[in-house]
């Protein structure tokens, strides 16, 4: 029995499946060594006979897909005489027609050989020690065959037990090497300079059964870094993979084991999760092993309540995360402000739920970088927001533009203060108080500088609210300051995922500015900013007026009064005003003067916004076609 996520289709993995399914076609590319004589070991997993080395060419990997600083860093070391390959994870990547998150490299050269040939070169770790190289505007990690952790005994009698015999020296270090990697899938080496692809433990067919295994026993594997059972969850949300019996019990057992690694390898994992485009899938994985509630046990508490609630209904938690992974990927990935500033702001929501005019107009006020564009954007998108449980309240409510300003303001406080919560202990406990039945580990992870970071992106909202005018400038990610942190561009990310989540349509699609390529909503917003800049003087004679006082059927209880367009526009409940602010605007907007009709019919305006005043929440408008 596996356990499997959802995973997008890969079209270059079908590609490589239909290469393998043929072997006239396989063996083009794919040599086998001579047969070794193995020891008489009927449990050994050691196939030497199985040892691949593939032309990297035929598997569509070719020289421009390597950036120039590995390429370069490899070149050098082979031209002092030393071996060297990438290894681990671009491998896989570049295999999977993917783009890496980084090159590692590894050569036959110690350490301080390797920092003799780079002026820009440090050595970095103590258990794992390792060579950072700076070259052509990168950094490479490059470690040393010679370089090996010191494993427990465990592990290196099961390796001595399958050291095969009848290889050259060569592969019997790629392959002791590969031995010691964490997954089959990341045991893989590559020389592009020879174009030689080097498989050693079936990690192919791996890739091709989408099965993430361990190259010894996972609980041996575990028991040596615990670190690797977060990574392989991670690997495993990116690339859709299945875990078979021996990783889902190794990780169901030693998942407690992840309280003794320190916080800043838990965060550094979390960050490879949630800020690369694998949100929402690993989040899935760290609760279906029970290993959320350890590292974050609001969140799985919330998921929990959610699932025995409210069944299959969409969680905002999910979704919030389902449209981070939207804008970033592993070569565009975020700064961590932003996925702390998720978690933030939906504990907040949690805590206090909101009305969805308040979550709207507050998302969108981040999105616009501007209070009033982005109250304006609000009140033309309010009809049809996704309502959340328990998350939002009563959508049906009225609430005035005052009582949203000071709301948006009051969550905005609400969101840093779950932000200093995420790196506090006793807060911690103290919301784990709505959860009085989960458990709650106590452990916390996200540095206090991370946290204040993410809290900084609301300040504005409370420090300037109304007056907050910054504007944008173009409505496109730009990745590269998303990457580095930058406030602003983080503050549009927010907005934009928020603004998803409550199915405002602010896809990657629609983003430019220009009209053309506008959502409706946006092109509704922008048309209404450019053709009316001000409130228009009415003609009671021009056909404008007579279009505004077309007849619209208002039906409260069993009353039934005829008024203008103008008035409904006033009562309609998606603007969110009460009916007072109604009543001191638009006698502003009539200048000319009034026919004895029209005085009718305002005194009828006015009884109605009385009657209206005196049952709130009961209101049915009933509209007809105005063309």
Known sequence: MTTSI?????????????????????????????????????????????????????????????????????????????????????VRDLILNRIPKDFDVITTADLHQVKKQFHRCVIIGRRFP??????????????????????????????????PKGFDKSDLRLWKNSMHRDFTVNSLFFDPLNFKIYDYNNAMKDLLDLKLRTLVPAHLSFTEDCARILRGLRIAARLGLS?????????????????????????????????????????????RFRILEILLPFQAAYISRQTTEYGESPMMLMKLLSHLDKIVSCDQPSACRLWIGLLAFHQALIEEPQHPYVVLTFASVLYHQSWEDGLEFARKSG?????????????????SVNEVARKVDNLAKKVIDSSNMLVDTDGLHQTMLKYPDFPCSGLVFIPKNSAQSAAQLFHVLIQKGKSYNEGRSSFEINHQ????????????????????????????????????????????????????????????????????????????????????????????????????????????????????????????KQELLSYLMAHKGKVSIIRKSYE
């Open 243 to 287: 875990f078979s019996k021996d990783i889902e019990a190794a990780i169901h057992k030693q998942a407690p084991s992840l309280l003794n690694l320190a916080t800043s390898r838990i965060m550094m994992e979390i960050d490879y999760m949630l800020s690369y485009g694998a949100a929402e899938s690993s989040l899935r994985l760290l609760h």
């Open 130 to 163: 390792i060579c950072k190289v700076s070259i052509k505007g990168s950094d490479i990690e490059v470690s040393s065959f010679k370089t090996l952790a010191k494993h427990s005994e465990d592990k290196e009698r099961f390796l001595q037990s399958q050291m």
């Open 383 to 399: 009809q049809r927001i996704v309502n959340f449980e328990p998350e939002t309240l009563d959508p049906s409510t009225f609430i």
């Open 6 to 90: 959802t995973h997008k289709h890969n079209p270059f993995l079908t590609h490589i499946k239909t290469l393998f399914s043929s072997q006239c076609f396989y063996h083009k590319f794919v040599e086998v060594g001579p047969k070794p004589r193995t020891r008489n070991n009927k449990d050994s997993i050691v196939e030497p006979e199985k040892w691949k080395k593939m032309d990297s060419r035929s598997l569509g990997i070719t020289r421009t897909m390597i950036p120039s600083s590995p390429y370069t860093l490899l070149k050098i070391l082979r031209t002092k005489g030393f071996e060297a390959y990438l290894v681990g994870g671009c």
């Open 481 to 604: 300051l998303l990457g580095k942190g930058d406030t602003s561009e983080t503050r549009f990310a927010l907005g934009k995922i928020i603004l998803n989540t409550l199915g405002c349509g602010i896809d990657e699609g629609n983003d430019n500015h220009p009209a053309s390529s506008l959502s409706p909503f946006e092109l509704n917003y922008q048309q209404s900013k450019s053709h009316s800049p001000k409130k228009p003087k009415l003609n009671p004679k021009s056909s404008i007026s007579k279009n505004q006082n077309a007849a619209t059927e208002i039906k409260i209880e069993d009353i039934e009064v005829v008024v203008s367009k103008q008035l409904v526009e006033v009562l309609d409940a998606s603007s969110c005003l009460e009916m007072e602010d109604c009543a001191m605007e638009k006698p502003e907007e009539v200048s000319a003067p009034q026919s004895p009709t029209q005085k009718s019919n305002n005194v009828k």
